[in-house]
């Protein structure tokens, strides 16, 4: 599913990636872990065809991220969350995942599903998202990932801005979307609970992956 070897990565001129490795199969639930600054979003965003190499190499659902054409078709295979999501505010919540969904050249039927599954099919989906709390973003743009019903999801803190009943309904989406056989690779800061849900922990230190490993 993913293969990242040697990854760097500049951000301006400063390496956010500094040779980073990443290695991920099909229905595997696996948490970047690491201090702020350590090139977690980084990594999640070069395997979502965001950003460029520097140097080494990634390849993500068979596309090479070393090449344009590779990143493209990245950026239209994979289901991201990313940490500021790219939400319209004057459009309702119905309006943007409608959007965002025919923009990823998903299923207008999967839309209805995905609106009740994130709670948002009765009274919100007429509300502009400008207008929502921030746990009704996020789970506006978590709906606008279930609808692509990618091979890959890439979740950046998506437990955040979340109450009690978000944060359980973030890991039955991802429970449900590895049992389907998603590869799923999320960062977070609700750490005990990421870990529960992961296969195993990727550290990732000042741009790099020393460390690695499962958990029981």
């Known amino acids: 599913m993913v293969s990242v070897r040697d990854a760097v990565c500049l951000l301006g001129n400063f390496p956010a990636l500094a040779g980073a490795d990443l290695e991920l199969e099909s229905g595997e639930v696996v948490l970047l872990e690491g201090p702020n600054g350590a090139g977690k979003s980084t990594l999640l965003r070069l395997c979502a065809g ?14 090479d991220l070393a090449t344009r054409g590779g990143r493209q078709q990245t950026r239209r295979a994979v289901g991201l969350l990313a940490h500021h999501s790219a939400l319209y505010g ?54 606008v990932v279930v609808c692509r019903r990618a091979r890959l999801w890439l979740l950046d803190e998506p437990h955040a801005g ?40 990727v550290r990732v230190v000042a741009g790099q992956t020393p460390v690695s490993g499962g958990h029981s």
Do not use: C, K, M, Y
């Open 50 to 63: 965001l950003i460029g190499l520097r140097q080494g190499s990634g390849d993500v659902l068979g596309n």
């Open 90 to 143: 004057e459009l309702t919540v119905e309006e943007n995942v409608r959007f965002w969904s025919r923009a990823n050249r998903a299923f207008d039927a999967d839309v209805e599903p995905a609106l009740e599954r994130l709670g948002l099919s009765d009274r919100l989906r007429s509300v502009p998202v400008a207008a929502l709390s921030a746990g009704q973003r996020r789970r506006t743009a978590l709906a």
């Open 162 to 201: 979340l109450d009690a009943a978000g944060r359980d309904l973030v890991d039955g989406l991802v429970r449900d979307a590895a049992a389907a056989g998603a590869t799923v690779l999320l960062s977070s800061h609700e750490i005990d609970r990421a870990t529960d849900l992961a296969h195993r922990v």
